[in-house]
């Protein structure tokens, strides 16, 4: 089975950095573009940007472009989204997505479980 | 940026009736959307895509249809389990942007 397994919950200070991570199996990882999507609490989905494992090559929404950073690791099928500076308003639950394929025009087909982001002094 | 507007926002169907909902695009996505639905404490599923095809394991009362910046989903005899959020996107442009949803409740 395709599946993405999210890391857990983080609990943090405005002003640290932290990293999250999704795992791809069940697929060739870095035939797919892996998108990270952010459901801030009682709101709607937005779509943060996405990456090509197999180039690292991303795109960023244009209202979060510089505030985080998306990477990814072939070698072990793992994505990541990266903050240097977190802000409360950060405070979500952030999904990572794999795309149907890698190329343009492309869905998002499967979903992580979802990680908990909670930004709090 | 493509805007995506949803209608309504929250929509109440009785059980065994149909469910109609609209997404609108700001600019013409051609087939390039998608439609997810979310229940409380869950991740988003796909249903739909390329504005009219079913997601593998998506029941046969779940439909798609429109092009261009005019979209609906319908659900022909909600069942309980139904009862979610739904959400379009579109993937035709960078960023690729998703509605703000319909909360179908029960009547």
């Known amino acids: 089975d395709v599946q993405l397994v999210q890391s857990g919950a983080e609990v943090k200070k405005p002003g640290q950095s932290l990293r999250i991570s999704c795992k791809g199996s069940?697929?060739?990882?870095?035939?797919?573009?892996i998108s990270w999507v952010r459901q801030m609490p009682g709101k709607g989905l937005e779509w943060m940007g996405r990456i090509d494992p197999s180039d690292s090559y991303t795109n960023y929404s244009p209202s979060l472009e510089g505030h985080v950073s998306i990477s990814a690791d072939e070698s072990i099928s793992t994505a990541y989204l990266q903050w240097s500076s977190l802000q409360a308003s950060d405070t979500a639950m952030y999904y990572c997505a794999r795309h149907r394929s890698g190329n343009s025009y492309s869905y998002m087909d499967v979903w992580g479980e979802g990680t908990t982001v909670t930004v709090s002094s | 940026e493509i805007m995506m507007t949803q209608s309504p926002a929250t929509l109440s169907v009785s059980p065994g009736e149909r469910a109609t909902l609209s997404c609108r695009a700001s600019q013409s996505v051609y087939t390039n959307l998608a439609w997810y639905q979310q229940k409380p404490g869950q991740a988003p599923r796909l249903l739909i895509y390329?504005?009219?095809t079913g997601a593998t394991g998506i029941p046969a009362r779940f439909s798609g249809s429109g092009s261009g910046t005019e979209f609906t989903l319908t659900i022909s005899s909600l069942q309980s389990e139904d009862y979610a959020v739904y959400y379009c996107?579109?993937?035709?442009?960078?960023?690729?942007?998703f509605g703000q949803g319909t909360q179908l409740e029960i009547k």
């Open positions: 996107q579109q993937y035709n442009v960078w960023p690729y942007t």
């Open positions: 390329a504005a009219s």
């Open positions: 069940g697929y060739s990882f870095s035939s797919n573009w």
